[in-house]
């Protein structure tokens, strides 16, 4: 089996940016595979929690205990940092890439279908 190595940043207001880098996730893996990877690795350092939507799949509502406050919500961004125009269940890392979850104020547009 091949490996991959994905680093995912944390940023809100009240901490410290967190960085990890989840080594040997298995290549192919979904964005939510490789987080649950790196909550194993760093477990002390990042931990998230989500709510299963049938048609959309898996929300992150929760980061290391800070959890959303509408209009506040955790906005994931890609390598370029751009936000993911996909779920973490719906996006499939490649080696190198970086994410970034930032705790931010979201229109309502772009959290509608989590209501």
Known sequence: MAFMSVTIKVVD???PEIIIVIQKAPIGSNLHKVMTL?????PEKFSFKVVEYEEL????TCINGVCEQKPIHW??????????????????PKNGDTY????????AS???QTS
Request: charged share 15%; hydrophobic share 25%; with cysteine.
């Open 13 to 15: 207001s009240q901490h």
């Open 38 to 42: 790196g909550h194993q690795q760093y």
């Open 57 to 60: 799949g898996s929300y992150v």
């Open 75 to 92: 906005m994931i961004y890609g390598s370029n940092d751009e936000l993911l125009p996909k779920g973490i269940d719906n996006t499939t």
């Open 100 to 107: 970034t979850w930032k705790y931010e104020y979201a229109a």
């Open 110 to 112: 772009a959290c509608d």
